[in-house]
């Protein structure tokens, strides 16, 4: 697609179906929230969130946890803004020292969860006392990178489709999608 035609990505949205509404996910992030805080509250994890999809659940979602932590982001990509994932880039390493701490991963989507999975091995290779993991959705398939790979806290189960919104991207477009939109025909 060339970048920019926005008329395309306008349609896109247009056309899409809408998944969760934005008040159905506002109210899954808070759930989330209430049990992340009776979890870790008293372990003094560091937060990470993953850009950039986890840009919207990272920022709506720490100011909901009911406790003090250190906020941070690492940067790694597996579908570069396209819609099928490759191998996983490194774009950011983690710039808090977590060695002998636990961590908490933030991302949008847990899909095949190739980037979950390397994600952990890399911050338990580093020094983690306890590796916890928060993803807004979790995609319903039998494709998952490991067996049994999920996250410590999951909002919403999605189904097998390619979705956008709440930091999840359409070709770069549409994180700021006000809900969680499937493309028509994916
Ligand atoms: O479970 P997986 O199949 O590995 O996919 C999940 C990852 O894909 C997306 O990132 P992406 O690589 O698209 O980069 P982005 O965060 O910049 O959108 C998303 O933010 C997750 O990090
Ligand atoms: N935007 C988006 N990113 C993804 N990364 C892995 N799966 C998905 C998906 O369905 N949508």
Known sequence: MPKTDIDHI???YSEADLLFSEDAV???I???AEAITSSLAERNPVVFTV???GL????KLITKLDFPLEASY???TRYRNGTSGHELEWKVAPMIDFNGRPVLILDDILDE???LAEIIDYCHKNGATEVHSAVLVNKLHDRKARENLKADFVGLEVEDRYIFGYGMDYHGYWRNAPGIFAVRGM
């Open 10 to 12: 306008k349609k896109i």
């Open 26 to 28: 506002e109210t899954a």
């Open 30 to 32: 808070s759930n989330m």
């Open 51 to 53: 850009m950039n999809g």
């Open 56 to 59: 919207v659940i990272g920022g």
């Open 74 to 76: 690492m940067h790694a």
């Open 113 to 115: 969860g190739h980037t």
